[in-house]
C-alpha cells in the first residue's frame, strides 16, 4: 500500500520490520547519519526482530541439516515464518535478502519506497528453507553479485537506498534527479568543491564560467564519458 505525502498525519511514510539472528548488527547504522536522522524526525520507523525469540528449541536454534545432504546448515522455516506472523495482518512487501535473489537495482528501490511497509527478513548459513519464501509471498533480492555472510549488511544497503527516497529524508529533493540511476541512466557528472587547484589539478574552467548552458553540457558529456569507462553495460 502506498502513502502520498501527508496523507496520514502523525504516521511514517515507511515502516521497516527487519527479522535477523543478529539485531545488534542494526544498532549503529540505524542511528548514525541519514537513517539516524529519518528515524528521529518520524518519517522513517524501523523495528529489528530476534528470529531466536520464535525458535521453539530449548537453546533458540534457528537452522538445521539440509535435507539431501551437502555441507552448512539451512535456517528452519518454523521461526522465521512465527516471526514474520508475529507482526500481524495488513499489506506490506516482504523481501527475502538472498545471494540467489533478483539483484537490487534502482527502480526496484523506487517500487520499495512507496510501498508503505516492508518486512526485510535475513538469511544465514548456506541458505533459507525454500518453503518461507512461498508461506510468506516474499521476494527474494539480492544486492549484487557476490556473496556475504549473510543478509544483514543486504538489509541495511536496501534499507538505506529505500530511505533517501522517502520524502523527507534527503532534504534535498532536487539532488536525487540528477544522481547516477536516475533521470538520463547515466552515472552522474564529476563534482569539484575549492579549492580551485589542488595537487596541481585544476577545477575545469566551464565550472567558473557562470555559464548555465554551457555547464549543463559539459556535465552531460563528462557523465557519458565516466559511463563508457565504467559501466559501458548501461549504454550498450
Ligand atoms: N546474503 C548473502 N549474500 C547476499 C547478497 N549478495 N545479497 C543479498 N543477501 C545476501
Redesign the pocket.
Known amino acids: 500500500m502506498s502513502k502520498a505525502a501527508g496523507a496520514d498525519p502523525g504516521r511514517p511514510f515507511l515502516r521497516v520490520d527487519v527479522l535477523t539472528i543478529f539485531p545488534g548488527i542494526f544498532e549503529s547504522p540505524l542511528r548514525e547519519s541519514l537513517l539516524g536522522k529519518a528515524i528521529a524526525a518520524g518519517v522513517l520507523e524501523v523495528a529489528v526482530h530476534d528470529i531466536r525469540e520464535h525458535s521453539d528449541d530449548p537453546h533458540r536454534k534457528v537452522d538445521d541439516y539440509a535435507f539431501g545432504g551437502g555441507p552448512g546448515m539451512v535456517m528452519a522455516p518454523g521461526p522465521i515464518v512465527a516471526a514474520a506472523e508475529a507482526l500481524g495482518e495488513g499489506p506490506r512487501r516482504v523481501v527475502l535478502?538472498?545471494?540467489a535473489?533478483r539483484r537490487l537495482d534502482q527502480p526496484m528501490v523506487r517500487g520499495l519506497a512507496v510501498a508503505g511497509r516492508l518486512v526485510l527478513i535475513c538469511?544465514r548459513y548456506e541458505g533459507v528453507d525454500e518453503r518461507v519464501a512461498e508461506v510468506l509471498g516474499a521476494e527474494e533480492?539480492?544486492?549484487?553479485?557476490?556473496?556475504?555472510?549473510?543478509?544483514e549488511l543486504?538489509a541495511l544497503v536496501v534499507l538505506e537506498a529505500v530511505s533517501r527516497l522517502v520524502p523527507g529524508v534527503l532534504g534535498n529533493e532536487a539532488s536525487l534527479a540528477a544522481e547516477s540511476f536516475e533521470g538520463e541512466g547515466l552515472l552522474d557528472h564529476p563534482h569539484y568543491t575549492r579549492p580551485r587547484e589542488f595537487r596541481g589539478l585544476a577545477v575545469p574552467d566551464v565550472l567558473l564560467s557562470g555559464n548555465h548552458a554551457a555547464i549543463a553540457e559539459w556535465r552531460r558529456r563528462a557523465a557519458m564519458e565516466k559511463t563508457r569507462r565504467n559501466r559501458p553495460d548501461l549504454l550498450a
Do not use: F, H, M
Not at 533480492?141 to 543478509?151: N, P, Q
Open positions: 535478502l538472498s545471494p535473489g538469511g533480492v539480492s544486492i549484487g553479485d557476490y556473496v556475504l555472510a549473510g543478509g543486504a
